[in-house]
């Protein structure tokens, strides 16, 4: 079945402290050539059948209703994974 990828990272203006984190834990596992980590969040949403316009545009209408809060996060990208 197709699958469709909802990725979802807070604002710029927003502070991450999950993000921060991990950024000040980095360098003390070796991890040296980073600047900054910012955290999101993916969703995976499984489609019955073919993957359509109409599909896809259900899809970003949920991303943008429901899987995100669009006061403190954006919608970064919405596409069909790739079957490897």
């Known amino acids: 079945m197709?699958?469709?990828v909802v990725e979802v990272m807070p604002k710029p203006e927003i502070l991450d402290p999950q993000g921060k984190a991990i950024a000040n834990a980095l360098p003390h596992l070796g991890f040296t050539s980073f600047a900054g980590v910012r955290q999101g969040k993916r969703f995976e949403l499984t489609v019955e059948g073919e993957v359509t316009d109409e599909v896809l545009e259900s899809a970003r209408t949920a991303a943008a209703e429901m899987l995100s809060n669009p006061v403190i996060e954006?919608?970064?990208s919405v596409s069909v994974k790739e079957d490897i």
Do not use: L, N
Request: glycine residues 0%; negative net charge.
């Open 74 to 76: 954006d919608v970064v």
């Open 2 to 4: 197709p699958t469709i």
